[in-house]
């Protein structure tokens, strides 16, 4: 690590600690040249896969697309913003545990699926509704149908 006042490499940590989220760790270093004290954060690589979308073309994981997917769709439902974060954490998680470098995206829109599915019923249908391209009332009523009988279950 350089020292941003001067530029030399050596110097000793003096104290670290875990940030205040609980995210990265604090470190407070000393140069060894110029005496001048200065702090460090360190964090955790993420590493996501490359996202294969439906027509072929690769492009990087973007969580904020999942996180405005997921806000469409429960648009006007009784649902919190703590609850709609936790689902896209839950999605980024599955995507950083994928074992390989790329990911279909029906895998994270499945996935999404599966969160919105537990968490509201509507929100559910909507996001399907969209990510399926429902072409008829037909596939529609299949949807709700298959949404009935696992809530019976």
Known sequence: ???????????????????????????????????????????????LP?????????????????????????????IGMEAMEKIVENVEQACQEYQGEEIPSTIIGEKVMDELRNLDGVAYV???SVYRQFRDVGEFISELKDLLNKDKK
């Open 1 to 47: 690590m350089k020292c941003p006042f001067c530029g030399n490499s050596e110097n000793k940590v003096i104290d670290s600690r875990i940030s205040k989220d609980g995210k990265a760790i604090r470190r407070r270093r000393e140069c060894l040249s110029c005496n001048r004290r200065f702090t460090t954060y360190e964090f955790v690589e993420d590493i």
């Open 50 to 78: 490359m996202v294969i979308k439906k027509d072929g073309r690769r492009e990087h994981f973007d969580r904020i697309k999942i996180r405005n997917g997921v806000m469409k769709a429960c648009e006007k439902r009784p």
């Open 126 to 128: 909507r996001f399907a």
